[in-house]
């Protein structure tokens, strides 16, 4: 947390303000804690062919620093730009930064690998996404994206012992 002091408040972002960034890759993450029942999660972001910051997946942790779930959130979460599930895919396929970006390089290494290991799972709670925003729209009439009774659209537990 790089000489952070651990805080329950979705305002303190770790390592540090703006997060880690990889200005050869144009991917990002940052770690932030303030949902129940998770010790914190990353917040994993992308550039498009544009340059603007696509939000990928929210990677949830324990106290133990286990992998627990995925998840896609609402636009409204981290003001980014909106892109379906087939581009959500190709972007994150590519997903990586260099470790050496961080002082200890394997939480970066933890990030790629999770994008590695659970590429399918992502993609899965990407279609899941889009079929809740169609659904959403269907019933309702209007896009969801600023709807603050939604932040998560779709997501995955992972149980690192059964995968």
Do not use: C
């Amino acid at each position: 947390m790089n000489g952070k002091k651990y805080e329950f408040d979705p305002s303190v972002h770790y390592p540090f303000d703006g997060g880690i960034k990889d200005e050869q890759t144009g991917y990002q993450l940052f770690f932030h804690a303030h949902r129940e029942n998770e010790y914190g999660h990353f917040h994993t972001f992308a550039k498009d062919e544009d340059g603007e910051l696509v939000h990928l997946v929210l990677i949830s942790m324990n106290e133990s620093g286990e992998l627990t779930g995925i998840s896609t959130v609402n636009r409204w979460v981290t003001e980014d730009k909106y892109v379906k599930a087939d581009k959500l895919k190709e972007l994150s396929s590519g997903f990586f930064m260099n470790p050496s970006l961080y002082k200890d390089g394997r939480v970066i290494e933890f990030i790629n690998n999770v994008f590695k290991a659970y590429q399918n799972e992502i993609n899965e709670i990407f279609d899941k996404r889009d079929e809740w925003v169609k659904n959403y729209a269907a019933k309702y009439y209007r896009e969801p994206f600023e709807d603050r009774n939604y932040e998560i659209l779709s997501g995955k537990k992972i149980n690192l012992f059964n995968h």
